[in-house]
């Protein structure tokens, strides 16, 4: 049986930690699509912890995937 990872994958890190040139060598992959650009989502995320409270639930995973 193969099992084949479907995402959403994150590359983070720190500044100058190699996080874009990690996402630029898989993004040679020819099966690999991405979008390498930076975000706030994160932080945002961190400052607004109501948000992303309780992800084990499923409906709340849902709300936050969407």
């Given at each position: 049986m193969t099992?084949?990872?479907r995402g959403p994958f994150f590359i983070i890190g720190k500044p100058r930690s190699?996080?874009?040139?990690l996402a630029?060598?898989?993004g040679q992959h020819p099966d690999i699509a991405l979008e390498v650009?930076?975000?706030q989502f994160i932080p945002y995320y961190?400052?607004?912890?109501k948000l992303i409270e309780n992800l084990h639930v499923k409906e709340n995973l849902i709300k936050?995937?969407?």
């Open positions: 099992n084949i990872f190699g996080t874009k040139l630029m060598i898989l650009s930076e975000t961190l400052k607004n912890r936050f995937y969407n």
